[in-house]
Each structure stands twice: as C-alpha cells, then as structure tokens.
T-cell receptor, first 109, second 113 residues
C-alpha cells in the first residue's frame, strides 16, 4: 500500500479561514519536508521538520513520529496561498524521498 | 529562487538531442534531476552525492546525466519521445539524500512535438 497519504486531496476555503493539511505515513521516518507549488511553478521548500513543531509566519508544521503523521496549518489564509502542498518523507532504507500525492488548496476572496 | 539556476526555461523538441543545465550556488554536496508530469509529484531520475551517481533504474537510457563539478549538473537527452514531455527540475541538498532539506530550481519545461 501507499507509504505516504496526504489529505484532503483538495480543499476550498474562504479567505481568512484556517487550513489544516495532513500527511500520514506507514514507514519509519528520517525526515519530513513540506513543499508548496503554484501551477506552472517550482517547488518551494516550506519546512524541513522530522519531529516537533516549527513556525514560519502564518504556517505551522507539526510532526508526531509516534502517531506517524505530519500536519501543515495555515492560519488566516490568503488568496496567494492557493496552490498545491506536497509532503515528502525520507527513510533510512532508501535514498529517495517518498512523496505524497498533494493537497490542492483554493482560497476564494 | 536564484540560487539554483536552470537553462533553458522552455524547450520544444522534435526527435532531437539537447542538454539541460543546472548550477547551484549553495555549496551543496548532493544534486538531483527530477521529472514532474502534470498533476503528479516529482519523480527522482538521478542523484549525485559527492559526485557519485545514483540512478533510478526505470529512467530510459536516452537520458544521460553529467556532473562536471560539484556545483553543476547536466542532463543530456537524445531522441526524445512524446512521453518525455514534462517539467525537469534540478534540486540540491547540503548532504546525505533523504536526510537533508531539498531545494529546487525553477525547472525546464520540455514539450516534445
């Protein structure tokens, strides 16, 4: 089965609402990263967060290894937050990152 | 992101040969080529870690990587196929792959006629 599952697949919110994106994994973890991608754009590194909680402006990433999950919280969303958010898991057994399928976020004005 | 530069930005090819170029100004030891098809996560094609090549065995042999020095990466493509139409990203990380933060260039969009 899939080693990394992202949810929801898509999310539509009004500007100002908070967004909660999840990444659940079924394998042991060395690293967890979150990326943002605008349509036609590059992948922007948001967080490198193998465990615990990290903050960056309106974004918060929390990784709980025991519960095999990582979340990305966006507070007071803005239309410019629209895009796809991807999580990627690094493990000891493979040099490759294991990617989630992404959450497509649309923030309406 | 101007610290990882890729060229060209756009490429339209028939069955021709072409090379993609990447340079990173971050002092990183690991460099990668990723392929991203529409609406999918990126797929790793090649990785150079301290100039040692690790390849994804599913990548067709018409793709040949080259790492002339620790800051530069090339991807030579010969006789492209329509299935090669995608965005090709160069990326780098400070050290050991899967344990380090990954940074991407802006990509080269390849369209095969």
């Amino acid at each position: 089965g899939q080693q990394v599952q992202q949810s929801p697949a898509s999310l539509v919110l009004q500007e100002g609402e908070n967004a909660e994106l999840q990444c659940n994994f079924s394998t042991s973890l060395n690293s967890m990263q979150w990326f943002y991608q605008r349509p036609g754009g590059s992948l922007v590194s948001l967080f490198y967060n193998p465990s615990g909680t990290k903050h960056s402006g309106r974004l918060t990433s929390t990784t709980v290894i025991k519960e095999r999950r990582s979340s990305l919280h966006i507070s007071s969303s803005q239309t410019t937050d629209s895009g796809t958010y991807l999580c990627a898991l690094g493990t000891d057994s493979n040099y490759q990152l294991i990617w989630g399928s992404g959450t497509k976020l649309i923030i309406k004005p | 992101n101007t610290k990882i530069t890729q060229s060209p930005r756009y490429l339209i090819l028939g069955r021709a040969n072409k090379s993609l170029e990447c340079e990173q100004h971050l002092g990183h030891n690991a460099m990668y080529w990723y392929k991203q098809s529409a609406e999918k996560p990126p797929e790793l094609m090649f990785l150079y870690n301290l100039k040692q090549l690790i390849r994804n065995e599913t990548v067709p042999s018409r793709f040949i990587p080259e790492c002339p020095d620790s800051s530069k990466l090339l991807l030579h493509i010969s006789a492209v196929d329509p299935e090669d139409s995608a965005v090709y990203f160069c990326a780098s990380s400070p050290g050991q792959p899967s344990n380090e933060r990954l940074f991407f260039g802006h990509g080269t969009k390849l369209s095969v006629l």
